[in-house]
């Protein structure tokens, strides 16, 4: 049998807008268990939390089904790469050190199985929006992060962080923006640029956008969005020869 990476991305774990967000979480661990029979490493390309935020002695409640399935699987010998998105950026070593998991809070190019690969949440890359950029920046700033762990108390601010996303996501669910075209679409307008300087990756793969695109950008590099697990409930897949796109149990 031919090991395969898998990749999956905003699942977006404890959202308000679910009705079941237990039954949803459930539905992730049933995916872990089907990859894992051939799963040679596993990547998660950001907000598979709809928010996290890691205090000194505390962590969001819940999602120990899913957070207990990873760790199976990472002692079983399956590495599992968590990049961080907008919603789940904020991990100080909770995730690393109890759970095994591999962080990147950046953009990485990576080598699988022979190819080059770009991998990224896809927030911030190319948007050039003011507020966007703005609120980015306070996210990722270690004085405002100290500032909320220190000056809310964990339940003020984890019900704060609940709410900012549930407004977040209604807000996104009322716009449903569907895909812009390859002239206004942010992420491939980078990447895009992006072959042109590093003409050696052959695949760019993202998240956050919450659409299904896969596009040849020339003969050599492909580029992909890889949806989400909230509606679409895709996922995608590499062996080492063919890069597909599934779906899990979508109804």
């Known amino acids: 049998m031919r090991k395969k990476i898998y990749f999956i991305t905003d699942a977006h774990l ?3 807008v679910f009705e079941n967000p237990i039954a949803h979480e459930q539905k992730l661990v049933r995916w872990l268990d089907q990859v894992k029979a051939d799963a040679e490493s596993i990547f998660m390309l950001g907000d598979m939390f709809d928010f996290w935020f890691e205090y000194k002695c505390t962590v969001p409640k819940g999602f120990n089904r899913f957070l207990g399935k990873m760790a199976e699987l990472i002692d079983s010998g399956i590495p599992i790469h968590f990049f961080t998105g907008n919603h789940d950026l904020w991990t100080f070593g909770y995730l690393e050190k109890e759970i095994g998991l591999t962080i990147h809070r950046k953009p990485e190019v990576m080598n699988l199985k022979g190819k080059r690969f770009f991998l990224a949440h896809g927030d911030g ?7 966007f950029r703005f609120i980015r920046s306070i996210f990722h700033n270690k004085i405002c992060q100290w500032l909320f762990s220190n000056l809310f108390p964990s339940t003020l601010g984890l019900k704060f962080g609940y709410a900012w996303s549930e407004s977040n996501r209604k807000r996104h669910l009322r716009e449903n923006i569907g895909y812009l075209g390859e002239e206004k679409e942010t992420l491939v307008l980078f990447a895009k640029k992006h072959t042109l300087e590093n003409p050696d990756i052959d695949f760019y793969l993202f998240g956050h956008r919450h659409i ?12 992909a969005i890889l949806g989400d697990f909230i509606t679409e409930f895709s996922f995608a897949s590499f062996d080492g020869e063919t890069f597909e ?3 899990f149990e979508k109804e």
């Open 14 to 16: 404890g959202s308000k």
């Open 125 to 131: 890359l190319n948007d050039n929006s003011l507020g």
């Open 212 to 223: 299904l695109l896969h596009l040849m950008l020339n003969r050599n590099t492909q580029m």
């Open 245 to 247: 796109t599934h779906f």
